[in-house]
Antibody, heavy 117, light 107 residues
Framework: EVQLVESGGGLVQPGGSLRLSCAAS????????MSWVRQAPGKGLEWVAN????????YYVDSVKGRFTISRDNAKNSLYLQMNSLRAEDTAVYYC??????????WGQGTLVTVSS | AIRMTQSPSSLSASTGDRVTITCRAS??????LAWYQQKPGKAPKLLIY???TLQSGVPSRFSGSGSGTDFTLTISCLQSEDFATYYC?????????FGQGTKVEIK
């Protein structure tokens, strides 16, 4: 059974940093692109970033470029999102998702990031 | 960025109804479209990919069609467990973008 478990969310002040983690199990992690997708409270879904199987390609939505960094450790079956210079508009539930190239076919339960003073 | 526009934003329907949700892309995306279902407090669930291919385990009352810029998700006979919010998503180009969602409520 595929499992994706996010952690690392919490309350952070504007301008602060946070690192999200996603622990994967139940599939060959190194064979899949992986993505982060977020959802602001009461709002729709927004793709944030994704990363190729070997980490050689990474893509970001414009609003986080230069502030967020996606990475992975295939030896640890883990996906990360380093978030710097956080803003109030980054407040959201962040989901880790397995990117099956034809859509996100498995999702974690999400971790809430709140940016507020 | 490609803009995805869903209609309607919400609808009220009864169990047993046929429901259709449309999704329009601001430019052609071939068949690089997925549909998701999301229930409150839960992660989204992939229903359909490549515009019309049913994800494994998804009931056959769900179907998708379209290509280019216009797409539809149809639920042939609405069940109680289908009341949720539905999103389309294009993965034709970066940034991958979602529609704003369609909330299906009980009439």
């Amino acid at each position: 059974e595929v499992q994706l478990v996010e952690s690392g969310g919490g309350l952070v002040q504007p301008g602060g940093s946070l690192r999200l983690s996603c622990a994967a199990s139940g599939f060959t992690f190194s064979s899949y692109w992986m993505s982060w997708v977020r959802q602001a409270p009461g709002k729709g879904l927004e793709w944030v970033a994704n990363i190729k199987q070997d980490g050689s390609e990474k893509y970001y939505v414009d609003s986080v470029k230069g502030r967020f960094t996606i990475s992975r450790d295939n030896a640890k079956n883990s996906l990360y999102l380093q978030m710097n210079s956080l803003r109030a508009e980054d407040t959201a539930v962040y989901y880790c998702a397995r990117d099956g190239a034809l859509g996100y076919d498995d999702w974690g339960q999400g971790t809430l990031v709140t940016v507020s003073s | 960025a490609i803009r995805m526009t869903q209609s309607p934003s919400s609808l009220s329907a009864s169990t047993g109804d046929r429901v259709t949700i449309t999704c329009r892309a601001s430019q052609g995306i071939s068949s690089y479209l997925a549909w998701y279902q999301q229930k409150p407090g839960k992660a989204p669930k992939l229903l359909i990919y490549a515009a019309s291919t049913l994800q494994s385990g998804v009931p056959s009352r769900f179907s998708g069609s379209g290509s280019g810029t216009d797409f539809t998700l149809t639920i042939s006979c609405l069940q109680s467990e289908d009341f949720a919010t539905y999103y389309c998503q294009q993965y034709y180009s970066y940034p991958q973008t979602f529609g704003q969602g369609t909330k299906v409520e009980i009439k």
